[in-house]
């Protein structure tokens, strides 16, 4: 379980054959869970200065690996015991968006996004949602999707 919310930016060192090499200051241990940009996937390596994850096939069909480079955002997996912030998360792809706007406030933006028709009935308003791994409240729902402040 994660809970949403970015705890450090790691830097992509290489992409290749399934398996995405990080460089980072989070230290975890072989086999640990750990979210990259939301998606939960499992350390398979270990370096002095990061580690590895490997992508399975499903993975690969639902996260837009083409922003697996220059830096990404990592979350390790929740420890039972401790205090929950954000919301509480699977780090399981279940949809996929596409923004559709992007407004601009005195002090805020709001983000439109248009979601496949299966995951209206899942959307509340007031509720969370996570957009590539961060945890964020809807403040809208609307009839193709959601927004976002």
């Known amino acids: ?3 949403g919310l970015i705890r450090e930016l790691a ?3 290489s992409y290749s054959q399934n398996v ?4 980072a200051k989070f230290r975890p241990n072989l086999g640990d869970s750990i979210a990259v940009n939301g998606a939960c996937l499992s350390v398979t390596k270990l370096y002095e200065d990061g580690f590895s994850v490997e992508l399975s096939a499903e993975s690969r069909a639902n996260v837009a ?3 697996l480079t220059g830096l990404v955002h990592i979350e390790p997996a929740m420890k ?3 205090r929950v912030d954000g919301h509480l998360m699977q780090g399981h792809i279940d949809f996929i968006g596409v923004i559709s706007a992007i407004k601009k406030h005195e ?4 983000f439109y996004i248009d979601l496949p028709k299966e995951a209206m009935a899942l959307m509340a308003n007031k509720g969370s ?3 590539e791994g961060v945890s964020l409240t809807i403040n809208e729902i609307l ?3 959601i927004r976002l402040t």
């Open 80 to 82: 039972l015991g401790e």
């Open 143 to 145: 009839p193709k999707g």
């Open 20 to 23: 995405l090499r990080l460089k």
């Open 11 to 13: 830097e992509v060192i």
């Open 129 to 131: 949602v996570g957009v």
């Open 107 to 110: 002090n805020g933006v709001d």
């Open 1 to 3: 379980m994660f809970n």
């Open 65 to 67: 690996v083409e922003n």
